[in-house]
């Protein structure tokens, strides 16, 4: 029992990292009405980076971020310019597609750059567990979490307490009438973008912190569990998002526990299929909160 | 032709395979990010049929075929209601699901001896049907591009028939379609698993054509290179999945050299063509203005 208990809270303060990806994911969605499948590999470019940059030696979290998110900014930025130019409102699903290109393509560089198929991610993460009722929590883990708090809490604060905020929700709104009111769509897509990247790549040093390395395989793991953090949180609010990551963090780390790091990954897409299969059986909320065909951008 | 250029007409074609069943796809209005898990289906049940069991390829090529499409079946009905990305995420997390599921899969059909199964992650060998054929490298190949060509002309066939057109009209308007008394739901299942045999039976080819296979051939690397032949060529006609062949076999000779940049060039190349060309370079309307000019040549 007491291993049950111990499991479930490791993979719930886990899947916080998770929910943060995938709010930072579903953010662009939410806004701009755009899925971006190369969002992983611009992220994971940006570990690449902190690695690189590193030379072996331990770096602070905030100094892998201040490597991370330039590279990630610049990685997604190119991903939108290929893939979602500003002046196009309606995206196909052949943009999707491209964008899935580009992640094949970014990867390429990063493999081709550092070519080792793994390395150890050098963040300094000292922290001491936590005993709980005999239950012991890791450290890392309640940092990795309280991180992700202080992000939802800053987006929270920026969204309803500045003017950007206030934009972005009357995008979020309604794309076309926010910029009938003269509220830019550039600009709305360049905050959005950096909204995203910061949350990428928060959510991207915590997993590479819980994984202690950086492998060419996470930026496709890191794109998935976006989709499943949103396939199941939805992304019509913050709550849903990290409620997503929580139930994959769960899921996570009792099939790790259970039956072996196969088997998780198995159960991972086991989850995110049959959900996408049964939501619309059990709610039909979940199609409107997602559309297949996006109206309204911003 | 030596063996390079074999090889490479060889995957080439069983890629194009793999993209015809896309363009099935695509006809109903639908793209799909998991029909290499189809693929590996169709490998599996082949190898498993001919090297596990013995049995004549032909059997392994049903099986192949039936697995797929029953595999196919089931997914579409299990996604009907799904449509647009929605339908894409599930058909990503379907090809995810079976390339992990083939990782865990050990199956020795009779234990010790020369039979072989599938052992996991570290995959199946022992496929013997390119030697015990006697066919070679050259005639697998023939093999294969013979079984693309008559696969082509199948589905070119299919189009002209009223069954082709009702598939067109779910692809171009569902609701439309549905409006004028067609049944959407059947066709798009129907089309879903013909689709789904079809990549599996490019998967049985594929496991004819090699002597080992593992999960790691089903990645998702595969159906976005077969995706992204029939992108770049076009949804409106089956014969433009060789427009993406002939650009990828380009890129392949014009960087041999660079071998290693491959991909590099040709996923830049793909998302900016879909950036000018989200419907490829043979879309409809131009598929259309060829044909016009065609029948306009031949009445001068």
Redesign the interface.
């Known amino acids: 029992m007491g291993s049950l208990v111990q499991t479930s809270i490791d993979g719930v303060l886990a899947g916080a990292a998770y929910g943060l990806s995938g709010l930072g994911f579903g953010f662009v969605y939410l806004v701009i009405r755009r899925?971006d499948l190369s969002y992983g590999a611009c992220l994971m470019a940006g570990l690449y980076a902190v690695v690189a940059v590193s030379g072996g030696n331990p770096l602070s979290t905030a100094t892998c971020l201040v490597i991370a998110l330039p590279v990630a900014v610049v990685a997604l930025a190119y991903a939108q310019w290929?893939?979602f130019?500003v002046s196009r409102t309606q995206v196909?699903?052949?943009?999707?597609?491209?964008?899935?290109?580009?992640w094949?393509?970014i990867e390429?560089?990063v493999t081709?750059m550092m070519p080792l198929h793994h390395y150890n991610f050098p963040i300094d993460l000292t922290t001491r567990d936590v005993s709980l009722g005999g239950i012991a929590i890791r450290g890392d883990l309640i940092a990795i979490a309280a991180l992700a708090f202080v992000c939802v809490a800053l987006l929270s604060l920026f969204l309803d307490r500045t003017r950007e905020g206030l934009a972005l929700r009357a995008a979020i709104q309604s794309g076309d009438g926010a910029a009938l009111c003269g509220i830019s769509r550039s600009r709305i897509w360049t905050v959005t973008l950096l909204i995203s990247a910061v949350l990428g790549t928060v959510a991207a040093i915590s997993v590479a912190a819980i994984d202690r390395s950086v492998t060419p395989m996470m930026g496709?793991s890191l794109t998935?569990k976006a989709?499943i953090v949103i396939?199941i949180g939805g992304t019509a609010t913050i709550r849903g998002a990290l409620i997503g990551g929580f139930v994959l963090g769960f899921v996570e780390a009792h099939a790790q526990a259970a039956f072996g790091a196969?088997?998780r990954?198995?159960a991972i897409?086991?989850l995110?299929?049959c959900w996408?299969?049964l939501q619309?059986?059990i709610s039909g909320s979940r199609?409107a909160l997602?559309p297949?065909?996006?109206e309204g951008s911003a | 032709m030596n063996d390079y250029i074999l090889t490479l007409v060889g995957n080439a074609a069983l890629l194009s395979m793999l993209a015809v069943s896309i363009y099935l796809m695509v006809l109903v209005g639908e793209?799909s990010?998991g029909h290499q898990g189809f693929f590996g289906i169709g490998a599996y049940s082949a190898a498993l049929v001919t090297s596990g069991y013995d049995f004549n390829p032909v059997f392994g090529i049903g099986a192949a075929i039936v697995a797929g499409a029953i595999s196919g079946a089931a997914l579409a009905i299990?996604?009907v209601?799904?449509?647009?990305?929605?339908?894409?995420?599930?058909t990503?997390?379907?090809g995810?699901?079976v390339r992990?599921?083939l990782?865990?899969w050990y199956f020795d059909p009779d234990g010790p001896g020369p039979k072989s199964g599938p052992a996991?992650?570290e995959g199946y060998s022992g496929l013997r049907f390119i030697f015990d054929s006697g066919l070679g490298l050259a005639g697998a190949t023939a093999f294969v591009v013979l079984a693309l060509a008559l696969v082509m002309i199948g589905v070119m066939l299919m189009e002209r028939t009223q069954w082709g057109a009702r598939v067109r009209a779910v692809g171009q308007n569902h609701l439309l379609a549905e409006a004028i008394g067609l049944r959407v739901t059947f066709i798009k299942i129907a089309v879903i698993t013909l689709s789904a045999a079809l990549a599996a039976f490019s998967g049985a080819m594929f496991a004819f054509f090699t002597t080992f296979i593992e999960p790691a051939n089903f990645s998702?690397?595969l159906g976005?290179h077969a995706?992204?032949y029939e992108?770049i060529g076009g949804i409106g006609h089956v014969m433009a999945v060789f427009i993406g062949v002939g650009l990828d076999v380009i890129v392949l000779q014009a960087v041999h050299g660079l071998a290693?940049?491959r991909?590099?060039i040709?996923?830049?190349c793909?998302?900016?063509l879909?950036?000018y060309r989200?419907?490829?370079l043979l879309d409809v309307p131009t598929v259309l203005a060829i044909k016009k000019r065609l029948r306009g040549k031949k009445r001068c």
Do not use: K
Request: charged share 10%; hydrophobic share 65%; with cysteine.
């Open positions: 899925i290929i893939c130019p196909s699903l052949s943009a999707v597609a491209a964008s899935f290109a580009l094949m393509q390429e560089v081709l496709l998935l989709l396939a196969q088997v990954e198995f897409y086991v995110l299929f996408l299969a619309p059986a199609l997602l297949a065909e996006p | 793209l990010f299990l996604t209601p799904l449509r647009g990305l929605m339908f894409l995420l599930s990503l997390a379907f995810e699901m992990t599921g990782g865990l996991g992650v998702v690397m976005i995706l992204a992108l290693e940049y991909m590099i040709f996923g830049g793909i998302a900016l879909l950036r989200p419907d490829g």
